[in-house]
């Protein structure tokens, strides 16, 4: 993981400003999301293992899981972060043949693996043009 200064660090949003202003980037809005937290993730590559410019936020009020509600989250410090998995299924399933359904790829084999650093700068002028477009949004 390497840590990102970023100007949006701390500020506060709505919700939907900042997933509007961030889809045209190609950021996603983070499976592991919670009622209290999230991250913008932007896969920058996956040939070894998958490269992301991870976004983080906390809510600060509202709820995630109600569009109506407006929820209003606050900007935590941005990372790159690289996960490494392991070729092929996972011959570790024991939940049964529906659970396997969902759980048939490997676990990583590191969660914080070392970041390429051919992609480093990638990374900082991608989260560079994000800055510029929630400026707006302040």
Same mark, same amino acid.
């Given at each position: 993981?390497?840590?990102l200064s970023s100007s949006i660090t701390d500020e506060v949003y709505t919700f939907t400003d900042v997933?509007? /202003?961030?889809?045209p980037f190609g950021f996603k809005l983070? &499976?592991?999301w919670?009622? /209290?937290h999230g991250y913008?993730?932007?896969?920058?590559? &996956?040939r070894v293992g998958y490269q992301f410019l991870r976004l983080p936020f906390q809510v600060t009020s509202g709820s995630l899981d109600t569009p109506t509600d407006y929820a209003t989250i606050q900007m935590k410090e941005p990372f790159l972060l690289s996960h490494k998995y392991n070729p092929g299924l996972d011959d570790n399933v024991k939940e049964g043949n529906f659970r396997a359904i969902f759980d048939q790829?490997?676990?990583p084999v590191d969660k914080?693996?070392?970041f390429?650093?051919?992609y480093v700068s990638v990374g900082r002028e991608l989260l560079a043009q994000v800055e510029q477009a929630l400026m707006t949004k302040r």
């Open positions: 993981m390497i840590p997933e509007s /202003e961030l889809k983070s &499976d592991n919670d009622y /209290e913008f993730d932007y896969k920058i590559d &996956d790829f490997q676990e914080d693996a070392s390429p650093e051919e």
